[in-house]
């Protein structure tokens, strides 16, 4: 289902404040412990599997933790609890504390009853927090936790907890910063707007897959969109065309396709709707989305990665 509505309307916000309620020695033994495993820890993924057992000794209550990196406008989930194929957290909340650079802490307004109105990633959250994880004014990354339960909300101290932790974590992740998005795979989305809902749920779980995903909402006003397009081709891994009656009639789509083949980029094709497919496709293996959007983001990992 696609979320119409304001997120903001059924949940409640909480920004971090001034008021400091973490005693200094509590600060002094949480910054000697990241200073520890920032020696110790040589990658970006080791540094952030240390820091989830801070998480997970501080927050025993939190069900879902996410450590999450930034650079070049893409946010990718890179540890994450439990390890399952896909992190569980809400792309457009991580996006908001990190546009805001701000922590926050957020609880449901409504019931505790599942919401079936809500975006999928919220419906059985009770509480969560987002943290970003910022040095010098330079966005590097996010700290999510969640609770699926009502006898396990956090607190504010929570929330001043976790951004001292990101504060602390700051520096040595951003040593690291480096080494992070180009070991995941790279996906352009070709699609016509019309499709969009769909792409862009679609888009948010590839990304919770550690798949890194290019669509045209990253053209900045004013720049030249084909010249970004066809860069953003000549970089990416595979092209995912989403084929509808709608793609099929779309000159954006269709050139979007034809340079993919001519960079020689492997193209996998989804069926979206049924439609009319082109002769060049007639040798590629489809993927059928069914109504099922779990069973075709799968299916697409296991290609890609």
């Given at each position: 289902?696609?979320?119409?509505?304001?997120?903001?309307?059924?949940?409640?916000?909480?920004?971090?404040?001034?008021?400091?309620?973490?005693?200094?020695?509590?600060?002094?033994?949480?910054?000697?412990?990241?200073?520890?495993?920032?020696?110790?820890?040589?990658?970006?993924?080791?540094?952030?599997?240390?820091?989830?057992?801070?998480?997970?000794?501080?927050?025993?209550?939190?069900?879902?933790?996410?450590?999450?990196?930034?650079?070049?406008?893409?946010?990718?989930?890179?540890?994450?609890?439990?390890?399952?194929?896909?992190?569980?957290?809400?792309?457009?909340?991580?996006?908001?504390?990190?546009?805001?650079?701000?922590?926050?802490?957020?609880?449901?307004?409504?019931?505790?009853?599942?919401?079936?109105?809500?975006?999928?990633?919220?419906?059985?959250?009770?509480?969560?927090?987002?943290?970003?994880?910022?040095?010098?004014?330079?966005?590097?990354?996010?700290?999510?936790?969640?609770?699926?339960?009502?006898?396990?909300?956090?607190?504010?101290?929570?929330?001043?907890?976790?951004?001292?932790?990101?504060?602390?974590?700051?520096?040595?992740?951003?040593?690291?910063?480096?080494?992070?998005?180009?070991?995941?795979?790279?996906?352009?989305?070709?699609?016509?707007?019309?499709?969009?809902?769909?792409?862009?749920?679609?888009?948010?779980?590839?990304?919770?897959?550690?798949?890194?995903?290019?669509?045209?909402?990253?053209?900045?006003?004013?720049?030249?969109?084909?010249?970004e397009i066809s860069d953003a081709i000549k970089s990416i891994d595979y092209l995912i065309w989403i084929a509808s009656p709608d793609s099929i009639k779309s000159e954006m789509s269709q050139w979007?396709?034809?340079?993919?083949?001519?960079?020689?980029?492997?193209?996998?094709?989804?069926?979206?709707?049924?439609?009319?497919?082109?002769?060049?496709?007639?040798?590629?293996?489809?993927?059928?989305?069914?109504?099922?959007?779990?069973?075709?983001?799968?299916?697409?990992?296991?290609?890609?990665?």
């Amino acid at each position: 289902m696609n979320y119409e509505g304001n997120i903001e309307d059924k949940i409640q916000i909480t920004y971090d404040s001034e008021l400091y309620l973490i005693e200094e020695n509590e600060r002094i033994r949480i910054l000697s412990k990241i200073s520890n495993y920032g020696c110790q820890a040589d990658n970006t993924i080791s540094l952030l599997q240390f820091c989830l057992e801070i998480l997970n000794d501080y927050f025993p209550h939190a069900q879902r933790k996410t450590f999450l990196t930034y650079s070049n406008n893409e946010l990718i989930p890179r540890v994450f609890y439990p390890q399952f194929a896909e992190a569980y957290f809400s792309y457009t909340l991580a996006q908001k504390s990190l546009e805001k650079e701000a922590s926050f802490l957020w609880t449901k307004r409504i019931s505790l009853q599942e919401d079936i109105s809500l975006p999928s990633s919220l419906i059985k959250v009770c509480s969560a927090i987002y943290a970003p994880i910022m040095f010098k004014s330079k966005k590097i990354g996010i700290i999510h936790l969640d609770s699926i339960s009502n006898k396990n909300s956090f607190s504010n101290t929570d929330l001043q907890l976790i951004t001292m932790i990101a504060n602390t974590l700051s520096p040595a992740l951003m040593i690291r910063n480096h080494d992070n998005h180009e070991a995941y795979p790279k996906v352009f989305i070709s699609y016509s707007h019309k499709d969009k809902n769909f792409v862009f749920k679609f888009a948010k779980h590839l990304r919770k897959r550690q798949i890194r995903v290019w669509l045209d909402e990253r053209i900045e006003a004013g720049n030249s969109w084909k010249k970004e397009i066809s860069d953003a081709i000549k970089s990416i891994d595979y092209l995912i065309w989403i084929a509808s009656p709608d793609s099929i009639k779309s000159e954006m789509s269709q050139w979007e396709t034809i340079l993919a083949q001519i960079e020689k980029k492997v193209i996998l094709p989804i069926i979206y709707k049924k439609c009319k497919l082109p002769s060049w496709a007639d040798d590629i293996q489809w993927i059928n989305y069914d109504n099922d959007l779990e069973k075709l983001v799968h299916k697409v990992s296991e290609r890609v990665k």
